[in-house]
């Protein structure tokens, strides 16, 4: 790929992680689906923990939160989420083309869920590292790692 093909790869996965993120926070599951190929692999393990292999508490429950294929992911993350409001933010986009249909990155990113009742479920930071696939002429995601760096639960 020429540098002009790169940076438009590089966008358009920008956009993708950016509609990632607002149609989580939307609830708009339907549009979700649409982020992930079909054999996409989400990985949430370190989703209420740092490393993902909590010993006990609530942070346990995610320790083995590894979704596959485009559907599981959504109905997971719909279950998770439920009725609580949740704001995902996602800075520093590092992406490498590798070619006109596989890229791969790391982007920063907040998050914070609270429950209808406005009590605090979760206000976390971390990065999500990723690789996409070109399909049918739209990047999707192909797999998916949350890592943290802070994580708290509860109103701690």
């Known amino acids: 790929m020429d540098i002009v ?26 549009g979700l ?24 508490g609530p ?13 599981t992911i959504i109905d997971f993350i719909s279950g998770a989420i439920g009725v609580n409001t949740t704001v995902h933010h996602g800075h520093c986009h590092e992406i490498s083309v590798e070619s006109d249909t596989l890229a791969s990155g790391v982007i920063a990113m907040e998050d914070q869920i ?27 995601i192909h797999r998916s790692r949350i890592t943290r760096l802070s994580v708290r639960l509860g109103d701690a």
Not at 59 to 71: F, H, I, K, L, R
């Open 59 to 71: 942070a346990a429950e995610s320790n083995g939160w590894v979704y596959e294929g485009g559907d």
């Open 114 to 140: 609270w429950e209808p009742d406005g009590k605090t479920v979760l206000h976390g930071t971390g990065h999500y590292h990723e690789t996409y696939h070109r399909v049918d002429g739209q990047w999707r």
């Open 5 to 30: 093909d790169q940076l438009f790869a590089i966008e358009a996965i920008k956009q993708l992680k950016a509609r990632y993120f607002r149609l989580m926070d939307t609830k708009d599951w339907d």
């Open 33 to 56: 689906r649409h982020v992930f190929c079909d054999d996409a692999i989400f990985d949430a393990r370190a989703s209420l923990s740092i490393d993902g292999q909590a010993e006990e």
